[in-house]
Structure formats: structure tokens, C-alpha cells
């Protein structure tokens, strides 16, 4: 009895996939098109690690420039406590000057 019901379920899946595919965006060859076939143009930005300090951001040449460095740098010159504030408040002044 269950491997009837697999089976239809399955059927059904098939018979309706192609219908649902064809709503999205798809590749044609090299080429990203839309549902109709029109060449889709996608743009983006990539913000992957945008908070993440690194030594050529922070202008550093020849000094810490992995985000380890940095943080160790950073809490020798503050110490712990205001070390810890700075990191607290470092995205934030990012995104608010």
C-alpha cells in the first residue's frame, strides 16, 4: 500500500515539475534568461566580510594586517576594557558616522 501511494506521489511530482520550472530563471548554454528566454541581467554587491578589519583598510603599511594582528594591536594600545569598547562600537561606526 505504501509504495503505491510512493509511486503517485512521485507521478504527480513529475507531471507537475515542468510547469513550476517554468516560472523561474534558468540557464539557456553560458546565458542566464527568464522565463520567456529574454537574457536576464542580475547585479549585485558583494558585502561577504565587509566588518572584518584588515590592514590594508586601516591604511597599516608594514604593520598587523590579519584581523588577529589587529585585535592584538588594538588591545595593547587601549587595553582590555577600552579595547572591548572599541570592538563593541566598531560596526556601528561604520554604518553611522
Do not use: C
Request: no cysteine; net charge positive.
Amino acid at each position: 500500500m505504501h509504495k503505491f501511494r510512493l509511486v503517485r506521489l512521485l507521478l504527480l511530482f513529475l507531471v507537475f515539475a515542468p510547469q513550476v520550472n517554468a516560472q523561474f530563471a534558468h540557464t539557456d548554454h553560458k546565458q542566464i534568461v527568464d522565463a520567456a528566454g529574454k537574457p536576464l541581467l542580475i547585479r549585485s554587491t558583494n558585502l561577504g566580510n565587509w566588518l572584518v578589519p584588515e590592514g590594508y583598510m586601516w591604511l597599516f603599511e608594514g604593520g598587523p594586517q590579519s584581523p588577529t594582528e589587529i585585535r592584538a594591536l588594538v588591545l595593547e594600545l587601549l587595553g582590555p576594557e577600552a579595547s572591548a569598547a572599541f570592538w563593541q562600537k566598531y560596526p556601528r561606526q561604520l554604518r553611522h558616522p
